[in-house]
């Protein structure tokens, strides 16, 4: 069983039950970029993950803003 067209394979099934902030994110991330709702999922876990991995090494996250100031962020 291959890929179609460049699409990985689908390795597991998740159904999962979004709270009403996360549903509405999620809609406002579908109409900004005009991803499928899985694409985005699928980001957002690799993101999340990143950045866990990042903050478990001690690291910061930092923002840099128009004028060039940098913002630590905590998100976790």
Known sequence: ???EQGKP???E???VALIADS???LGKLQAR???KKVD???R????YEFLEAQMREGRE???RDENGIDRIVKIF
């Open 13 to 15: 099934r998740v159904n």
């Open 61 to 63: 996250l930092v923002v």
């Open 23 to 25: 549903a509405a994110a």
């Open 40 to 42: 985005i999922v699928n």
């Open 44 to 47: 957002a876990v690799q993101l």
């Open 33 to 35: 970029t005009g991803m």
């Open 9 to 11: 394979a689908v390795v």
């Open 1 to 3: 069983m291959g890929t």
